[in-house]
């Protein structure tokens, strides 16, 4: 017998790792991760779509000499089974090369540390002519002249990471510059969200500032502790392996507990999904959230609910954290413990709604007026969830929304309950449509036009109103609407 060793084909192994899924903001957070791991104070983002287009990364960390570079740069330079730092991001080895490569084809680290810069790069059209894992390394005078160099000109050590020939950004040429910026914008929130609690606690150890574009990014906290609304409840832990993991639970505030702007960066944010269910944090940087794991059903009741689960870094094969640490699954010996802490929060979310009263009738439509039984007793209200109201509502500030807050208030106080009864005792004739044509599609246009960013949006805001008491009497409105946004498109 004899052992065999079998290389992996370079050009052909890259390029099958640059489809492992990264996303563009994935990616860019598990570069940032190793920028947090080396200690850096300051992160900046600095990014152009011109002829050669490039994104960087630079930060202050500790740096990098010639032998840890090489080390870096190596595929699967670290083990998931090795001992990790308590503050460590990492898991595999592979995070920057991956990540970096998954978005371009050359990838450039210049690297300072004790006053002396070193730089590497891997390029894949160099890969490829060479047919080998061929790693570009530079000499001191080349350094010097390398683009991004001079950015660790003011750093005692740091790192600068460059994207360049950056391939998958769009498929067409001609859509390259508004998805870059797309991409980037989203990325922008992205790490906003997945890095908050490292940017919002300034007395932290970890604590880091991040800049796009000379742009300082400010934390987006998904459980709104700002808000004395926010409900905060008791803290609990579970064991893995006598290792403690922390589960915290929120109830988040209402609508109307919210400010304007409160509201409008709601609003802004919506694409991050910052809905119910668990926020698992790993180091305390967000990996997954939103969703429940197939613990409990998503549901109306369920949507104040928040769960923070806080995992250290050495538990990850455990919960099945990925390479791109972007997912993860709940371990099965502690699942039906974590199940019985998230169904005791829901059911405190769930007494906050009927606190509130439960709504009587339940079909596909969305009415105007609800009908809503409330201590045994029924009123109706007026549906502050339909897209007409939110549109007002986001277009005033904190004073006007109270003066409409009120004005709808008093209409629901003095609905005529009495008198419609009367008349309807009477068989009184009621006109159901009073209002002309032109006057619906004027409100569904500004509707439409206050929600919705494009031609998909449109569709699905308009998809929204067709299901609307209101609007299902003027069906030629609809029609009207569709006919538009596609002659638009």
């Known amino acids: 017998m004899e052992d065999l ?4 084909y370079a050009p052909n192994l890259v390029e099958s790792t640059r489809s492992i899924g990264y996303s563009f903001e994935t990616a860019m957070a598990d570069i940032i991760d190793n ?6 104070k300051r992160v900046d983002v600095k990014f152009s779509n011109s002829k050669v287009p490039y994104v960087v990364v630079i930060d202050n960390g500790i740096g990098m000499g010639n032998i840890e570079l090489e080390k870096a740069m190596r595929y699967g330079s670290s083990s998931s089974l090795d001992e990790r730092g308590e503050n460590d991001l990492g898991r595999f080895g592979l995070g920057l090369k991956m990540a970096s490569m998954s978005q371009c084809r050359k990838l450039t680290v210049i690297s300072k540390q004790r006053g002396k810069l070193s730089a590497a790069c891997w390029d894949l059209d160099h890969i490829h002519k060479t047919k080998n894992w061929s790693l570009i390394r530079y000499t001191e005078e080349q350094i010097a002249n390398l683009r991004f160099s001079s950015e660790l000109e003011n750093y005692k050590s740091g790192t600068v ?19 870059f910026n797309e991409k980037l ?30 742009r300082k990014v400010e934390p987006i906290d998904p459980y709104m502790l700002s808000n004395r609304a926010t409900q905060r409840l008791e803290e609990e832990t579970l064991f893995i392996d006598k290792i403690p993991i922390k589960i915290t639970p929120y109830i988040t505030p209402f609508v109307s507990k919210l400010s304007t702007e409160e509201r409008q960066l709601l609003n802004e944010y919506r694409e991050l999904n910052l809905k119910q269910g668990l926020y698992i944090y790993r180091n305390n940087r967000l990996i997954v959230w939103g969703k429940w794991f197939r ?9 104040l609910a928040k769960v923070r689960i806080d995992l250290p870094n050495n538990i990850d094969t455990h919960w099945t954290i990925d390479v791109k640490k972007s997912s993860a699954q709940i371990p099965s010996m502690i699942k039906e413990q974590l199940k019985q802490i998230v169904l005791r929060v829901v059911g405190k979310s769930e007494r906050v709604y009927r606190y509130r009263g439960r709504k009587v009738v339940h079909d596909s439509y969305q009415h105007i007026w609800n009908k809503i039984e409330n201590r045994e007793k029924m009123q109706y209200l007026v549906n502050r969830d339909i897209p007409i109201f939110k549109v007002l509502q986001e277009s005033l500030n904190d004073e006007q929304f109270k003066l409409l807050d009120g004005f709808v208030k008093s209409i629901e106080d003095s609905f005529p309950y009495s008198a419609v009864y009367y008349d309807l005792a009477q068989d009184e004739q009621f006109e159901d449509k009073i209002l002309e044509v032109e006057q619906v599609y004027q409100v ?15 569709i699905k805001h308009l998809k929204s109103l067709s299901s609307i008491d209101m609007f299902q009497k003027y ?14 498109g």
């Open 5 to 8: 060793i079998l290389t992996p």
């Open 35 to 40: 920028s947090i791991s080396n200690f850096a």
């Open 161 to 179: 990471i460059v994207w360049e020939k950056i391939d998958r950004i769009s498929e067409s040429p001609k859509e390259f510059d508004r998805e």
């Open 185 to 214: 914008n989203f990325a922008d929130k992205h790490m906003a969200l997945v890095f908050h609690r490292f940017l919002e606690n300034k007395i932290s150890k970890q604590y880091f500032e991040l800049f796009f574009n000379n």
């Open 295 to 303: 613990l409990l059903s998503d549901g109306e009741l369920k949507r």
């Open 444 to 458: 569904a246009k500004n509707t439409i036009d206050g929600l919705a960013r494009n031609k998909d949006e449109q």
């Open 475 to 488: 069906p030629e409105v609809i029609r009207m609407l569709e006919k538009e946004f596609q002659n638009n």
